[in-house]
């Protein structure tokens, strides 16, 4: 079974075989994570995404690293909070699904995430944290049982205090 576990960090640093990074769905760089990400991986990276021709909301595309530590980099546009009537939920878990899923496709066995969509898509951290582990620990199970470790890799305090809970509460 997968072990998942959250620490402080940059993801960005993350030697791992993939990180995810939540992107929006032109797939073309952003700020945030996004932004970091770009930047650590160089311009091959812009290069490898204008192709993709963008990715919806939930789904997940993958690239190589490039001059990242991590082998893969996996897309996913999260959805924007619009007050929870928007079938965010079900978007976010999807978002977690797909990427893993897609991680363990191409033999990934080390996988990092960020918080995905609690940035400036404003999803609410006390329901994007539970949710986020949950469909990770489902998916580790069933489809994406070759994945050994998860990591959640929190760039702020609240984030990683949220996952903290959220993990506490998801081994009990
Ligand atoms: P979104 O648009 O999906 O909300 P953001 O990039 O705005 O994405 O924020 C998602 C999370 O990523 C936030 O918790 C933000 O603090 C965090 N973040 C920003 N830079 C990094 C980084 N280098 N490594 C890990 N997490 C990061």
Request: hydrophobic fraction near 45%.
């Amino acid at each position: 079974m997968a072990e998942i576990k959250v620490i402080h960090g940059d993801i960005t640093k993350m030697a791992v075989d993939a990180i995810v990074n939540a992107a929006n769905t032109s797939l073309l760089g952003g700020g945030g994570v996004d932004g970091a990400i770009h930047r650590a991986a160089g311009p091959e990276l812009l290069a490898a995404c204008r192709p993709l021709h963008g990715c919806a909301t939930g789904e997940a595309k993958i690239t190589p690293g490039f001059r990242l530590p991590a082998k893969f980099i996996i897309h996913t546009p999260g959805p924007v909070w619009q007050g929870g009537q928007r079938d965010e939920l079900r978007l976010l878990a999807n978002s977690y699904r797909n990427s893993l899923n897609l991680a363990a496709e191409n033999g990934c066995h080390t996988v990092a995430f960020p918080s995905i969509s609690t940035g400036v898509y404003h999803f609410p951290l006390s329901l994007a944290a539970p949710l986020a582990l949950k469909t990770l620990q489902t998916a580790a199970q069933t489809t994406a049982q070759s994945v050994t470790t998860i990591t959640i890799v929190c760039f702020d305090d609240q984030t990683q205090s949220a996952f903290e809970t959220a993990l506490a509460a998801l081994s009990r």
